[in-house]
């Protein structure tokens, strides 16, 4: 049968390695080898791979022990198992501590033999679940919050994945709301310090020199107010990620800090004297174009460098074709289950309303404008009517527009806000034109110019 698992018996005495053939191989596939040399090539090329080694520990050549430590090395998830001459256990004991998964005591006991073997073969095949479950657990946390399919967030995901197990800086660059904090938790997530703390500070909140002590600590007695020692934000990361959001504000004395931390990995708490010396990985995130900063003299380049070794770039949301409908059904399907409600869908046309306006809050406006509309529906279903009446009387996006994240022109705002003021007035062009402070005749050439053909109200 292919199935069976695979043993390969390594021992230089014919006697011991026919005696184990013949007790295993009605059970198993037995491969048998004369030499650690031989059994190193055997288990290359092993095909399915080994699952149970049985080695003697002395051997011409190359010795049982440098055997299980090479075995260790190429082929991890074949379970070692030794044998030993009676009376050399300590050597055994030696070599469980180097990875062998456990010993026999020649001459060998062939119940006992059964009965390890049975053990290390249900080890190894949990051994293998955990390890499937744990990366499942890692997709799950890392990457599930995060939803797209368009070609730029696929970029994003690349990116993650391929950055996430290094140690490499890595700076976000994305407008408000596009999901720079989610992309920096799935990054820790990801990575080996995933177990190690992740610590935020936004950058922006606090006075420069809060900040200063915020990341850094103070000594007692540095300042006035700094009743007791404290630690920073440095110290209370050691082992995880820190994340700096909204880098850009950061004002330049503690931009050369900063820079410090991130070259030689320590740094002196404010007031104090004692170097500290911290294991972190940084994530930087910022709303602004940092390039620009640095071209005006007000970001450091040789820091912007240090953060920006992997660069992560979110686009506005309006410019993720196909992302809206999967953002609004994941949105819609938490706050349901947040709010209590059914609602079973979104109608095509509200789809379209939704999927057409501009968001200039990115994702956080959408979801929580989905919010707003789960918790004030009266269907099953969201329709055009539970679309919010700003985004109802805007104007669609431009499909393909220019591709950085700026304002529409002067003439798309014009008629965006001419458009809104008509609705709320319900078409009445008189009061509209009252409300947007012109005349009613130069309402109607706009509006003319715009293609609305609507009733004119009445005199
Ligand atoms: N791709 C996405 N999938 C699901 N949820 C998202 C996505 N992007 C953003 N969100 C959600 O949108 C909200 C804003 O995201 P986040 O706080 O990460 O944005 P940000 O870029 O850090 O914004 P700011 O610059 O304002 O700090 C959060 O509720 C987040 O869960
Ligand atoms: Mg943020």
Not at 148 to 175: H, Y
Request: hydrophobic share 40%.
């Amino acid at each position: 049968m292919a199935d069976k698992p695979v043993i390969l018996v390594v021992d230089d005495e014919k006697n011991t390695r026919d005696g184990l053939q013949r007790a295993l191989q009605r059970h198993y596939q037995v491969l048998v080898a004369e030499s650690a040399e031989s059994a190193l090539a055997a288990l290359d090329s092993s095909k399915p791979p080994v699952d149970i080694m049985l080695t003697d520990m002395k051997m011409p050549g190359m010795g049982g022990l440098e055997l299980l430590r090479e075995t260790v090395k190429r082929h991890p998830q074949t379970a070692c198992i030794l044998l030993t001459a009676y009376g050399s256990v300590e050597t055994a004991v030696a070599a469980m501590r180097q990875g062998a998964y456990d010993f026999l005591t020649k001459p060998i006991n062939l119940d006992h033999l059964d009965m390890l073997v049975a053990r290390a073969l249900k080890s190894r095949e949990l051994e293998n679940k955990v390890v499937a479950l744990e990366s499942q657990l890692d997709e799950k946390f890392g990457m599930e919050n995060i939803t797209g399919e368009s070609a730029a967030m696929r970029q994003v995901f690349d990116i993650i994945r391929q950055a996430a197990p290094t140690q490499a800086s890595v700076l976000i660059q994305g407008p408000s709301g596009t999901g720079k904090e989610l992309v920096a938790h799935a990054i820790h997530r990801l990575s080996q310090r995933a177990q190690g703390p992740f610590v935020a500070v936004h950058c922006a909140a606090l006075s420069s020199s809060l900040l200063e002590s915020e990341l850094f600590g103070h000594e007692k007695g540095a300042f006035t107010g700094a009743v007791a020692q404290r630690r920073g934000r440095f110290e209370m990361a050691n082992g995880g990620t820190l994340f700096l959001d909204e880098i850009s504000e950061i004002d330049t004395s503690i931009q050369v800090k900063l820079l410090r931390v991130l070259e030689e990995r320590c740094f002196e708490r404010v007031g104090g004297e004692q170097t500290i010396q911290t294991d972190i990985r940084v994530i930087a995130a910022t709303n602004r174009n940092l390039r620009e900063y640095v071209d005006q003299g007000k970001f450091r380049e040789d820091l912007f460098f240090r953060l920006n070794v992997v660069d992560i770039v979110l686009p506005p949301l309006k410019e993720r074709t196909g992302d809206i409908p999967l953002l609004v059904h994941r949105f819609l399907k938490e706050c349901c289950e947040r709010n209590g409600k059914q609602i079973t869908g979104v109608s095509p046309a509200a789809m379209e309303l939704l999927d057409s306006y501009e968001w200039p809050g990115n994702v956080r406006e959408l979801r929580n404008t989905v919010e707003k509309m789960v918790v004030l529906a009266h269907g099953e279903r969201l329709d055009e009517n539970d679309v919010p009446q700003n985004i109802r009387s805007s104007i669609p996006k431009v499909e393909n527009s220019r591709s950085e994240w700026e304002p529409a022109s002067l003439a798309d705002a014009e008629r965006a806000k001419i458009m809104a003021v008509l609705e709320r007035n319900g078409g009445n062009r008189t009061h509209a034109a009252e409300e947007l402070g012109i005349s009613r005749r130069t309402l109607h050439r706009k509006l003319r110019a715009y293609g609305v053909t609507g009733k004119e109200d009445e005199e």
